[in-house]
């Protein structure tokens, strides 16, 4: 069974940085396409950072040039580096995993940006 499980979620300042962990199980996650989503209260949720079995990178507009996705193929986990971090940013953010038809969500992390 595949198991996607976040970490690293909380309450950070505007302007600090913050770092998301994915820790897969049931998948080895150079073989997927693997994503973080994020959703806030009231909103839809939506694609933040895409990683491809090739290595490609897709990012949203909202928060290109200040987070980062990467890949640990040796731990099997993905990460998810956030950097100057504003209100807007708070939401439950989601690792997601998909190969074909199949796909898997995590339980989500909180993460609050918030003085």
């Known amino acids: 069974q595949v198991q996607l499980v976040e970490s690293g979620g909380g309450l950070v300042q505007p302007g600090g940085s913050l770092r998301l962990s994915c820790l897969a199980s049931?998948?080895?996650?150079?073989?997927?396409?693997m994503s973080w989503y994020r959703q806030a209260p009231g909103k839809e949720r939506e694609l933040v950072a895409r990683i491809g079995r090739g290595g490609w990178l897709n990012y949203a507009d909202s928060v290109k040039g200040r987070f980062t996705i990467s890949r640990d193929n040796a731990k099997n986990m993905v990460y998810l580096r956030m950097n100057s971090l504003k209100p807007e940013d708070t939401a439950v953010y989601y690792c997601?995993?998909?190969?074909?038809?199949?796909?898997?969500w995590g339980q989500g992390t909180q993460v609050t940006v918030s003085s």
């Open positions: 049931g998948i080895i996650v150079s073989d997927y396409t």
């Open positions: 997601y995993a998909n190969l074909i038809s199949r796909s898997s």
